[in-house]
């Protein structure tokens, strides 16, 4: 699947944010902890979801239930 396509693509899943607590990078202003999300695409390492700001974003696993 093309990224061009995600925001439009039909959902795979969604998932629960459980936590918006990072080492390294600013992820609170597009999380929210006990939200759901709408996962557009997954690999082993991310899930692509739609964040905060409407668009497609790329999180780790880590943050979701």
Do not use: Q
Not at 18 to 38: C, I, W
Request: glycine share 6%; aromatic share 16%; with cysteine.
């Amino acid at each position: 699947m093309s990224f061009t396509n995600w925001l439009t693509a039909p959902t795979i899943r969604t998932v629960a944010c459980k936590h918006a607590d990072a080492e390294k990078y600013v992820v609170n202003n597009m999380l929210t902890p006990g939200k759901e999300y709408e996962v557009k695409n997954e690999t082993d390492e991310f899930l692509f979801i739609i964040d905060n700001s409407g668009k497609v974003g790329g999180y780790y696993k880590t943050y979701f239930e």
